[in-house]
T-cell receptor, first 112, second 112 residues
């Protein structure tokens, strides 16, 4: 079974708007990571947030983590057409060689 | 510095055949993980190699096997291909003690 589940499954916005997606997970974590995937190709690592952090920023990305609710959110501000992609949250399982467990992803379409 | 590379990019096989996919890790990385991503889903962990041995394995049958070479590159072999094996196969490399994994562009396998 998947550790993380993203919500919504799909999101369509206009260029310049903000995009927010959420991730819920089941077990305790050391960190949570967000990845982007363009057109079914390789995953690009966006940001890692550790379990003792509540918020982290990277450029136009803002990630929050609420370990009490076992949830995280990814906010993309001032979206661009190039942000059109699928976004996945993933959690590593340290006892299993840091293998990543992924959710089903959120497909984001940014319309120009 | 080359990132993770995978070959071939695309592959079409017939049911019952065997296939070998290849991966070269990012320079300096010693651990290689393989993931299967079915269309519209998140990646699923297949197995991980470190020091030329399989360290962790996901819920995949024995038809899926792998190998890691002394130069840290890796192969994924799938025997007796099924239609359901059609997917994007992703390779990721990391340092054994590091959480961040770097993904290659993937190999798209189609089984007819």
């Amino acid at each position: 079974s998947q550790q993380g589940e993203e919500d919504p499954q799909a999101l369509s916005i206009q260029e310049g708007e903000n995009a927010t997606m959420n991730c819920s997970y089941k077990t305790s974590i050391n960190n949570l990571q967000w990845y982007r995937q363009n057109s079914g190709r390789g995953l690009v690592h966006l940001i890692l947030i550790r379990s003792n952090e509540r918020e982290k920023h990277s450029g136009r990305l803002r990630v929050t983590l609420d370990t009490s609710k076992k949830s995280s959110s990814l906010l993309i501000t001032a979206s661009r057409a190039a942000d059109t992609a699928s976004y996945f949250c993933a959690t590593p399982i340290k006892a299993a060689g840091n293998k990543l467990t992924f959710g089903g992803g959120t497909r984001v379409l940014v319309k120009p | 510095d080359a990132g993770v590379t995978q070959s071939p990019t695309h592959l079409i096989k017939t049911r019952g055949q065997q296939v070998t996919l290849r991966c070269s890790p990012k320079s300096g990385h010693d651990t290689v993980s393989w993931y299967q991503q079915a269309l519209g889903q998140g990646p699923q962990f297949i197995f991980q190699y470190y020091e030329e041995e399989e360290r962790q394995r996901g819920n995949f049958p024995d038809r899926f096997s792998g190998h890691q070479f002394p130069n840290y590159s890796s192969e994924l072999n799938v025997n007796a291909l099924l239609l359901g094996d059609s997917a994007l196969y992703l390779c990721a490399s990391s340092l054994v003690a590091d959480y961040e994994q770097y993904f290659g562009p993937g190999t798209r396998l189609t089984v007819t």
